[in-house]
């Protein structure tokens, strides 16, 4: 037997070309995908970091922040828990709540979030509708104490009642948040009817 061999040919040189700019365009792709991948990791540490604040005063140098808390804030956070845990209506109610538990004592929290079961549970049950409007707020240092007097509206059934509200707050000074900028913790409330 004869043994012959074949003769394999190779590609045409137009096609090796075009299979050569294939694996280019490949691997291009894949480099900038890789690319995309790390900066997009990149774009996610920065958001969750959050920006770097500095604060600079009239000449332009790094100001001094006061850390001390005076009342006008107390007061301002004051109002801002009574925006949440008092102005709501059947289908708000769970998420003001959930908004009212950052400015309570974070110890005190679970509590809190079953004191206000029984809330939610019967305004959602009778589709009541409350708005406060405080219009006298006292803090007092000294015992850590806020004094509200306030309006407020209820209205389920068709019915609407306005009366006078006391409330009173004992509060105390923790870490400031993005969430709660005051650094004012609720770890007490007794509400009643006003004087």
Do not use: H
């Amino acid at each position: 037997m004869d043994s012959k061999s074949l003769n394999i040919r190779s590609y045409p040189k137009l096609i090796q070309e075009f299979a050569n700019e294939n694996f280019n365009l490949k691997a291009l792709c894949g480099a900038l995908l890789g690319l995309m991948f790390i900066l997009l990791i990149l774009v996610v540490y920065l958001v969750k970091k959050g920006p770097d604040v500095i604060a600079l005063d009239a000449n332009g140098q790094i100001a001094k922040v006061e850390t001390r808390i005076t009342d006008v804030q107390v007061r301002e956070a004051a109002e801002n828990y009574i925006s949440y845990r008092y102005q709501w209506n059947s289908e708000t109610i769970s998420s003001q709540l959930k908004k009212a538990e950052l400015f309570i004592d974070p110890i005190l929290v679970t509590a809190y979030r079953k004191s206000m079961l029984d809330v939610q549970k019967f305004v959602k049950e009778k589709k009541v509708k409350q708005k406060v409007y405080p219009y006298d707020v006292k803090v007092d240092f000294k015992e850590k104490k806020i004094t509200v007097i306030a309006d407020r509206i209820t209205e389920f059934d068709n019915l609407k009642a306005a009366t006078a509200m006391r409330l009173v707050l004992s509060f105390g000074i923790g870490d400031r948040t993005s969430i709660n900028p005051w650094g004012v913790y609720i770890n007490k409330e007794a509400e009643g009817a006003a004087e």
